[in-house]
């Protein structure tokens, strides 16, 4: 979960290599910008609900929450149905900050 500049929570599963500092920075400065994008888009194409994007190695998904809270899910690519699983995990963590 990233809120502004900052990780506000994260989940990382046993074995998956933690981002450092600057990885962070790195990446919240890259959401922000895709996001922003995106959301530009509004005016033609309706409300913005999430953003998916498949690389060779992960599935990236961002769901913006409120205002300046930014969902990010990064996973291995999956069938679906795994990834649902995932979600409904994160937006009880959600709901419990």
């Keep these: 979960m990233l809120e502004a ?25 890259k959401v922000q910008l895709i996001m922003s994008m995106v959301k530009d888009a509004s005016g033609y194409l309706g409300d913005f609900k999430h953003l998916s994007v498949q690389h060779e190695l992960a599935v990236v998904r961002l769901f913006p929450v409120g205002r300046k809270k930014v969902l990010c899910i990064v996973s291995k690519p999956e069938p679906e149905s795994k990834i649902i699983g995932l979600i409904r995990e994160f937006i009880t963590r959600i709901n419990d900050l």
């Design 5 to 29: 500049e900052k990780p506000l929570d994260w989940y990382v599963r046993e074995g998956m290599p933690v981002p450092n500092e600057e990885t962070w920075r790195q990446m919240i400065i």
